[in-house]
């Protein structure tokens, strides 16, 4: 039963950040998505801070912090299947 429920459970890291399911064409799109939703998540910050809107603003922190990592992961992941399929 608990081997179950580690397959199937959310908080298990290596299936949230898993990305080797996807193409390397969906990698990539799924990048600019980061990128985009975090470049929109500073302007949304600096919007917060100029109108002093605090409890947003913290939102947004937590928000960008959570992208900034994903796109961590998946640049690493990229990274490795390049080195994989293509060994010198």
């Given amino acids: ?10 908080f ?4 949230i950040l898993s990305f080797n399911h996807f193409p390397v064409g969906k990698k990539f ?3 600019i998505f ?3 939703a975090i ?9 917060c801070y100029n109108n002093a809107k ?3 603003a913290g939102f947004l922190v937590g928000t960008t912090a959570c992208l900034f990592y994903f ?17 010198k």
């Fill in 1 to 10: 039963m608990s081997q179950f429920f580690t397959q199937i459970s959310p």
């Fill in 12 to 15: 298990n890291h290596s299936i």
């Fill in 29 to 31: 799109a799924l990048n």
């Fill in 34 to 36: 980061y990128n985009l």
């Fill in 39 to 47: 470049i929109l998540s500073i302007f949304g910050l600096v919007w």
């Fill in 54 to 56: 605090y409890l947003p």
């Fill in 71 to 87: 796109k961590y992961q998946l640049t690493k992941d990229i990274r490795k299947s390049f080195k994989e399929k293509d060994p």
